[in-house]
């Protein structure tokens, strides 16, 4: 059974850092690109972030852009985003999703398996 678990969030003032996880198990997270998507109140969710299989390409909503820094550690099963400087309109719930496929493409646009989310609060 896939599961996707999402931790991390919380109340964070503007500039601070959080470091979301993504805990994955049913299937082998080495062979999946992982996604972190977002979704403010009111508004549409975005896509933030992918990795790839191996890790070896990434990429960044401009908007997070030289903010958010995506890794992985396959031997923990566990995908990470680490925020950095961190803005109100970066309040979200945050998901981590796949759609079991080694591109990020496809976990981008149609993806399959989702976390339950982490609330991101960034206010003063």
């Known amino acids: 059974q896939v599961q996707l678990v999402e931790s991390g969030g919380g109340l964070v003032q503007p500039g601070g850092s959080l470091r979301l996880s993504c805990a994955a198990s049913g299937f082998t997270l080495g062979s999946v690109a992982i996604g972190w998507f977002r979704q403010a109140p009111g508004k549409e969710r975005e896509g933030v972030s992918c990795?790839?299989?191996?890790?070896?390409?990434?990429d960044y909503a401009h908007s997070i852009q030289g903010r958010f820094t995506i890794s992985r550690d396959n031997a923990k099963n566990t995908v990470y985003l680490q925020m950095n400087n961190l803005k109100p309109e970066d309040t979200a719930v945050y998901y981590c999703?796949?759609?079991?496929?080694?591109?990020?493409?496809?976990?981008?646009?149609?993806?399959?398996?989702w976390g339950q989310g982490t609330q991101v609060t960034v206010s003063s």
């Open positions: 990795i790839n299989d191996s890790g070896s390409t990434v």
């Open positions: 999703a796949t759609h079991l496929q080694a591109r990020c493409t496809a976990t981008m646009t149609f993806p399959a398996y």
